[in-house]
């Protein structure tokens, strides 16, 4: 879900398995194919469609005939581990073609991206066919847009229906004034917008239940959210905010039980000084605690939160009409 927040400030309003009998050779049979990934049941957070260029991760189970993944997850054995599975100019497919058995189901987990800054995206899969992404960290996987795919159960032919989700927390930022009118020697501009005391790592699982969850959490990072500084806000009134480039999109979903995390603004009015002497320049900084800024307290997995940053309307220094005070008369008397 895409929220969007206005946040306020002072004088700126910033807003072990069974033996199953496998078989991969059924003949005058076409490959098992992946349809073009589609859903994505995610709200524009990262990755919008998949491109030819794109790849992602599948595993296959193999339960026998009469057996379902509900009822027998348990018994399934694996048909093919954590192959590529890319555009070939006609489908979906893995490299290494895989065919539908004879008989039986099969049933798909996958994952997006095959690889990021830093180190792979792997997943392991353990005894009880959970798919475990250990000790997964968002800064050794800068800015990868981890997604995680819906289980996709008991398929017998035809292609493979993949729906992917958005496994971290997305972060915008976008800036506007509230004045009606650009107020004329008066600017505006952000030079800081950070997060402090954010997890970095954790761990998340896919259980074959569907059930999906990131625990054992760790690390304390600050993040700077500005990629460039000085920001000036130049959208107003009723214009549209406009978009600030940040440096930092994707984070892990975590809840505030209390106030230590941190959201820190720091902005600037510079008002130029009469006769061309320079600018007056008064910096301020806004600091809140995300527990009380961010719905339920938490950074939810496959949500866009946009800080939408209100700077306030500015107050023109007016002067009450002026008032004279009178003269004190006095007489003085000169003898001569």
């Known amino acids: 879900m895409k929220k969007i927040f206005a946040i306020a400030a002072a ?8 033996k199953n009998e496998l078989n991969n050779s059924r003949i005058d049979d076409a490959p098992i194919g992946f349809q073009a ?16 260029a794109d790849q992602f991760v599948a595993t296959a189970f193999l339960l026998n005939e009469n057996k379902t993944w509900a009822a027998n997850s348990a018994e399934a054995v694996q048909y093919f581990v954590k192959q590529v599975v890319s555009w070939n100019g006609s489908t979906w497919t893995t490299a290494t073609p895989y065919y539908w058995p004879a008989s039986g189901s099969l049933t798909f987990y996958a994952h997006y991206p095959t690889a990021s800054i830093g180190a792979p995206v792997a997943a392991t899969i353990d005894a009880s066919h959970n798919y475990i992404f250990a000790d997964y ?13 819906d289980i996709v159960a008991d398929k017998q032919a035809n292609k493979v229906p993949v729906t992917f989700r958005h496994k971290l ?14 107020v004329p020697n008066r600017t505006v501009q ?18 074959p239940t569907g059930t999906n969850a990131w625990d054992n959490r760790s690390g304390s990072v600050a993040y700077e959210l500005l990629a460039t500084t ?7 009134g009723t214009q549209t905010p406009q978009t600030v480039a940040t440096q930092q999109e ?33 910096t ?43 003269w004190t008369s006095e007489t003085l008397n000169i003898n001569l």
Request: charged share 15%; proline share 3%.
């Open 11 to 18: 004088c700126v309003a910033l807003v072990g398995c069974a």
């Open 250 to 282: 994707f984070f892990l979903p975590q809840a505030f039980a209390t106030e230590d995390a941190k959201l820190i603004i720091t902005y600037q009015i510079v008002t130029p000084v009469a006769g061309g002497a320079g600018t007056a320049t008064e």
């Open 169 to 182: 927390t997305k972060i915008g930022v976008t800036a506007i004034k509230a004045d009606a009118t650009d």
């Open 137 to 149: 960290n968002v800064d050794t996987h800068y800015n990868a847009d981890l997604m995680v795919a």
């Open 37 to 52: 990934v589609v859903g994505l049941e995610s709200n524009r957070a990262g990755l919008d469609t998949f491109t030819d």
């Open 190 to 207: 952000l030079t800081s917008v950070k997060l402090t005391n954010l997890n970095n790592q954790g761990t998340f699982t896919l259980e």
């Open 284 to 326: 301020i900084v806004k600091t809140l605690a995300l527990k009380n800024v961010i719905t339920d307290s938490a950074f939810d997995m496959n949500d866009y939160y946009t800080l939408n940053i209100i700077a306030g309307a500015a107050v023109q220094i007016e002067w009450e009409a002026p008032s004279i005070v009178g």
């Open 230 to 236: 000085p920001t000036v806000i130049t959208a107003y």
